[in-house]
């Protein structure tokens, strides 16, 4: 391990200590940013800085321990890690032992934010054992010159190197050392797992000598080989209608009047018409992403888009009535009037009214005047409900009146309430379907006591009742 196997509670301890006292700082100079533990808000540049925990008063790595800083934390590392390997003795202060001295074990492998390359670390140069006194000093050897050259230990295979180990020649001597991807541990070249030390940003495999990173989903190597850059799935248009990018993923999103289906990037309409009943007033028509309401015939879609209003075919002239008729319109339709025809012993008296003369004998059992009105009428209508009044427009002294219906409701739909001793009022007692025509004879008998009068006059009352409630 390249930390320090202490007593983890202390150090935390330390730390924390450490941590502390560089808030209640923070805090005694003002500042209320709160920052992540092991960084300090600056008000200078109005961020958040790594707090070096290594400069605090009181040095949280123990014993022969070196304090490494790190962005937000800190390592503690063993102080000979940072000596030089070895120290090169000056040459007349060598000795020559039979065989050459074990070198010490080498550091870790450095690196920093960026992820260098693990270095190859060095053991100390080695010389070659001489017994007898020679005109070139240890490890050179007299040229053909005359002059003395260096031996190349290496490619002569005169060094003692360990089988694992590569031989570097040196001036005068040779090197001992691992190649890339390895360092000296006990005189053996032993792999070093660059994983184990963040060489790699998100995923690594550590190989013999070597490591490969990779990236998870959604993102791809930079051409460093370690970090690691976000795809924009969106630019290869992975959604059937919007697209919106995320760190190492996306998100689809549908038009209005669409939803997202399970498979997380294509849309289905939504058919709204189904999510209320009464989002249209008369029938509701599903559109891709949209509806429409529409409306029966002889209503047109109002300005709200979902009422029906009805279409007044006697106003626009949509409608085949002759000249000679009168036409009435009514909710969802129109009726064409012929014009009036008094049937025999009536004669036509005034607009739209018949009369019997009393001189006449075959009047004598017959209402005196027959009123023809019209009227329509909404089948959603409630009940009861006032639909008609009727009253006596000349009134004689001791007279009296009764109202009554005396044809056309066979169904029981009305009533007659009489209001007064003169006017009476047609009610609708039960709920009426349409389409349909009703076509009832409301009587008013005017019965006189005092000269033996009794008489009788019908309002011939047509009733237009729609097909729909609007």
């Excluded at 001295?101 to 670390?121: K, L, M």
């Excluded at 001036?171 to 541990?185: F, K, M, Q, R, V």
């Excluded at 002239?317 to 012993?345: A, H, I, M, W």
């Excluded at 007279?399 to 009476?424: C, L, P, V, W």
């Amino acid at each position: 391990m390249l930390f320090e196997a202490c007593d983890l509670r202390s150090r935390m301890s330390v730390r924390m200590l450490a941590v502390l006292t560089l808030t209640l700082l923070s805090i005694r100079s003002g500042n209320t940013q709160t920052c992540t533990e092991g960084f300090i808000y600056d008000r200078r540049i109005r961020q958040c800085i790594d707090v070096d925990e290594c400069r605090t008063p009181m040095n949280p790595c123990r014993g022969e321990m070196r304090c490494i800083n790190q962005n937000g934390g800190y390592l503690c590392l063993p102080r000979g890690m940072f000596n030089p390997p070895y120290a090169r003795t000056p040459l007349s202060d060598l000795s020559y032992p039979e065989s050459p001295a074990q070198p010490p074990a080498q550091s870790p492998p450095r690196f920093s934010d960026t992820y260098p390359q693990a270095p190859v670390p060095a053991a100390p140069p080695s010389y070659p054992i001489v017994g007898r006194s020679a005109p070139c000093i240890l490890g050179y050897t007299l040229g053909e010159d005359g002059t003395c050259v260096d031996i190349d230990e290496c490619e002569v295979n005169s060094h003692q190197c360990n089988p694992t180990q590569v031989c570097i020649n040196t001036a005068g001597g040779y090197t001992c050392s691992c190649t890339e991807g390895y360092w000296l541990i006990g005189g053996q070249c032993q792999d070093i797992d660059e994983c184990r030390y963040g060489y790699c940003q998100q995923l690594c495999a550590n190989m013999p000598g070597s490591y490969s990173c990779s990236c998870n989903i959604g993102f791809v190597l930079n051409p460093d080989g370690r970090t690691c850059q976000d795809v924009d799935e969106c630019e290869e248009t992975p959604c059937a209608h919007g697209c919106f990018n995320t760190y190492g993923s996306f998100m689809c999103n549908c038009g209005e009047g669409f939803e997202l289906a399970s498979d997380g990037t294509t849309c289905n309409d939504m058919d709204e018409c189904g999510f209320a009943e009464f989002l249209c007033q008369h029938s509701c028509v599903n559109n891709p992403g949209s509806y429409s309401c529409v409306c029966p015939p002889g209503y047109l879609v109002y300005d709200d888009g979902r009422s029906c209003e009805d279409i007044n075919e006697c106003e626009t002239g949509n409608n085949t009535c002759r000249t000679e008729q009168v036409c009435f319109n009514f909710q969802g339709s129109y009726k064409c009037l012929d014009p009036l025809q008094c049937d025999v012993p009536y004669i036509e008296f005034g607009d739209n009214q018949c009369m019997c003369l009393a001189e006449n004998l075959a009047c004598q059992d017959n209402p005196f005047t027959v009123l023809f009105r019209h009227m329509d009428l909404s089948p959603g209508r409630s009940v009861p409900a006032d639909v008609f009044q009727m009253q006596a427009t000349t009134r004689y002294p001791g007279a009296f009146y009764i109202f009554q219906i005396k044809s056309g409701n066979e169904g029981r739909e009305f009533h007659m309430r009489q209001t007064s001793d003169a006017s009476a009022t047609l009610v609708l007692s039960r709920p009426i379907k349409g389409p349909k025509e009703i076509i009832l004879d409301l009587e008013m008998v005017t019965i006189n006591n005092v000269i033996n009068f009794r008489g009788s006059s019908v309002i011939r009352l047509t009733i237009f009742v729609a097909e729909h409630a609007y």
